[in-house]
T-cell receptor, first 114, second 114 residues
């Protein structure tokens, strides 16, 4: 069964450093998402991406965040200058098409900012 | 603004019991209501979903009840098993032209005791 994969599973970084979280969505999917989950809290939407551009972003997704689809398979989330409060689990998700609602989530990357 | 409210925060049942998780939403534009199951260290996995044109949907031991006028929906787990012990999130999204951002509830940790 196809699945969304994410690397690394755990990333530890120093405050102020840049991190790139990587995702490989399911191959025929066209819509891509990043969500985050601070420990013990709910899953929060960050950004959606379609046709090589951002469709929607939340207020969390400020200028420190960016997304990119550098090739036909990868989808990345970059945090330019990490803060302590960026520590969270980051989930990538993808969905097949315009009228297909099911979003499939990856296993997540745990980001720890020290 | 908390768009989807979920309760209870946690619940414990005996094997064979029926845990019930409730969610309420505010935005009447929501038209897709999925439930996700999450095990520790894993990403959310779609369990079952419903649209407002039906009042109930069953898939195996999982049932969603939907009350459009009250803007509420709930998940029932019939004949619960220890393997059902997980965190359950309700979510909602509104159909748009391009994407389906999910708004999640706060989550319910269900423990099924053998």
């Amino acid at each position: 069964e196809p699945e969304v994969t994410q690397t690394p599973s755990h990333q530890v970084t120093q405050m102020g450093q840049e991190v790139i979280l990587r995702c490989v969505p399911i191959s025929n999917h066209l819509y891509f998402y990043w969500y985050r989950q601070i420990l013990g809290q709910k899953v929060e939407f960050l950004v959606s991406f379609y046709n090589n551009e951002i469709s929607e972003k939340s207020e969390i997704f400020d200028d420190q965040f960016s997304v990119e689809r550098p090739d036909g398979s990868n989808f990345t989330l970059k945090i330019r200058s990490t803060k302590l409060e960026d520590s969270a689990m980051y989930f990538c998700a993808s969905s097949e098409g315009r009228f297909t609602d099911t979003q499939y989530f990856g296993p997540g990357t745990r980001l720890t900012v020290l | 603004q908390q768009q989807v409210k979920q309760s209870p925060q946690s619940l414990i049942v005996q094997k064979g019991g029926i845990p019930i998780i409730n969610c309420a939403y505010e935005n009447t534009a929501f038209d897709y209501f999925p439930w996700y199951q999450q095990f520790p260290g894993k990403g959310p996995a779609l369990l079952i979903a419903i649209r407002p044109d039906v009042s109930e949907k069953k898939e195996g031991r999982f049932t969603i009840s939907f009350n459009k006028s009250a803007k509420q929906f709930s998940l029932h787990i019939m004949d619960s098993q220890p393997g059902d012990s997980a965190t359950y999130f309700c979510a909602a999204s509104k159909g748009g032209l391009r994407d389906y951002k999910l708004s999640f509830g706060a989550g319910t940790t269900v423990t099924v005791r053998a």
